[in-house]
């Protein structure tokens, strides 16, 4: 098959809830923060005074529910047809040394193989209102098409960033986590904390607006620059310049498949392809999960490591969730449109180009282009055509009818199969990428893409709202109403959003300060 874990997760069942179990907790989503959750749950000591759980590890039930087939949430890494080395990233992509739950994790708990990940450069492309550059051409204000004020030219987008930030906040862009915090509690533009503007707002304070455009476009994402709470945009912005990327060698989804592995090793219980329709409580404290399709079991505890979207699909049959401060509560943050579109070709046909690597952009719906070379004896090659977002998805979404791509060489995998992409969406990948690189680009013999704006998802990540006080809202969220043992953990609510490290630190808040046990040695749950 296309995924590294293989279709039926190891130690699980598929299928229906079955009625009649009890357990001492239920996690629900297979995503980086459910398998951590439950991971931690079924493996991880009691702290002193601990007594939410039995002492012994052996002596827990605990039960993972996943409403699909596979492992990983918004992690999926599928092997293409033709060059299976070359796991295609539909989710996640890796990690950096800020995350250092997951850097630990990988490198010296579970140790995972990893290796760095490609990374834009200098020879990479830009193509921008009508112009054809390179990265290393991005400061030559011969070529940059744009209008820009006389301090901003001969500087890179990454430059005029910095600058823009430290004219608004003066030192901002070298600022540590906790001078941030600060900040974010008493640093005001025009009479306003960063809390109650969005990062848009902040940066047209420090550059023109054609330095936006200009920063944007040469970006190809907006997702980048979107008008989400400063007081969260800033820092995390700046973090992501953290080098070096690594990935993972079989697929950034081994993250949550592997600690699947630990928690199913342990003697956890799973069900999958078992979509959860709501959990209730009753007078004696005990829940009841339901699933979507019949069946349930109960619990002493539920944790819903699930975003906003997918709690708001089971509110309307659920208890707490449907509380009008907790409804409030869950539209704090805000699902992003990201769509990937990858294709296979005989070979790697950007080499002709001399690009080997990276990643070049355009303001063309394609946004972004990643090429992943093939390995030393191979020859097919893989290519992320479009990575894009915001309104780039929506470009891409009206030509997801009709159909299918049909296949020309090496047999597809089911995932890969079950996603892919329509014969319109590839031949306008095709007609744009020819544009984009000034050639005739030769024919793919295979397609898949994934839009994760849909249902149960609503989005590729999630982003807090202009006006949330985030420190309290996130800290809310991990158990909404305090009389009831429901729990919620995942990227969506945390501080770190768009990353697993943020499932990750939520999910470890969960089981130490909500269900007891002693923190994890890697644990960094402060977020």
């Known amino acids: ?219 190809g994402h907006f997702f980048e620059f979107d008008n989400w709470n400063a007081a969260q945009a800033l820092p995390w912005i700046l973090s992501q310049s953290v080098a070096p990327y690594r990935t993972l060698v079989d697929g950034y989804d081994q993250l949550p498949v592997q600690m699947y592995g630990q928690f199913a090793e342990h ?11 709501g959990v209730t409580v009753d007078s004696t404290g005990v829940l009841t999960v339901t699933g979507a399709s019949g069946g349930s079991v109960t619990a002493d505890r539920v944790v819903l490591a699930m975003p906003r979207r997918s709690l708001e699909l089971i509110a309307p049959n659920s208890a707490v969730l449907g509380e009008p401060s907790v409804q409030s509560m869950m539209a704090s943050v805000t699902g992003r449109k990201v769509m990937k579109i990858f294709l296979t070709y005989a070979d790697a046909w950007w080499n002709r180009l001399g690009i080997t690597a990276g990643a070049s952009s355009t303001d063309l719906p394609l946004s972004q282009t990643w090429y992943f070379d093939p390995p030393a004896g191979s020859q097919a090659a893989l290519l992320m055509a479009s990575y894009n977002d915001t309104l780039k998805t929506t470009y891409w979404q ?6 299918r791509f049909p296949d020309s060489g090496p047999p597809a995998g089911p995932f890969w199969t079950q996603q892919a992409a329509s014969v319109g969406m590839v031949d306008e990948v095709q007609r744009q990428l020819s544009e984009f ?46 009389a009831v043992a429901l729990n919620i953990c995942g990227s969506a609510y945390s501080q770190d959003q768009g990353w697993a490290e943020g499932a990750l630190q939520t999910a470890e808040k969960v089981v130490t300060d909500k269900i007891g046990l002693s923190p994890a040695p890697w644990g960094n749950s402060a977020g």
């Open 1 to 219: 098959n296309d995924r590294a874990s293989g279709e039926q997760p190891a130690g699980a069942r598929a299928g229906l809830l079955s009625s009649g179990n009890h357990y001492d907790v239920v996690v629900v989503g297979a995503g980086p923060g459910g398998t951590y959750a439950a991971w931690r749950l079924q493996t991880g000591d009691l702290a002193p005074g601990g007594h939410r759980l039995p002492v012994e590890p052996g002596d827990r039930r605990i039960l993972l529910v996943e409403g699909s087939y596979r492992i990983g949430g918004r992690l999926e890494s599928l092997r293409p047809p033709g060059c299976p080395e070359l796991p295609a990233e539909f989710g996640g992509m890796g990690f950096s040394p800020h995350d250092t739950m997951i850097t630990a994790i990988v490198d010296d708990v579970l140790k995972i193989p990893a290796k760095p990940f490609v990374m834009p450069t200098a020879d990479d492309l830009v193509y921008i209102r009508g112009v054809h550059l390179t990265n290393a051409q991005l400061t030559d204000p011969s070529l940059v098409p744009y209008r820009l004020a006389a301090d901003e030219v001969g500087k890179s987008p990454g430059e005029l960033l910095v600058q823009a930030i430290d004219r608004v906040i003066p030192g901002g862009s070298s600022f540590t986590t906790e001078q941030w915090r600060q900040a974010a509690r008493t640093f005001r533009i025009d009479g306003r904390l960063l809390t109650d503007l969005g990062y848009w707002n902040v940066l047209l304070q420090g550059m023109s607006n054609e330095a936006f455009e200009f920063c944007v476009d040469a970006m």
């Open 267 to 277: 003697g956890g219980h799973a069900t999958f392809g078992a979509p959860v329709g």
């Open 398 to 403: 009206g030509l997801e009818s009709g159909d």
């Open 437 to 482: 690189h000034q050639m005739a680009v030769p024919d793919p013999y295979s397609a898949a893409y994934k839009d994760w704006s849909g249902d149960p998802f609503g989005g590729a990540y999630y982003t807090w709202d202009v006006g949330v006080d985030v420190a309290d809202v996130a800290e809310a969220m991990l158990q909404p109403d305090p």
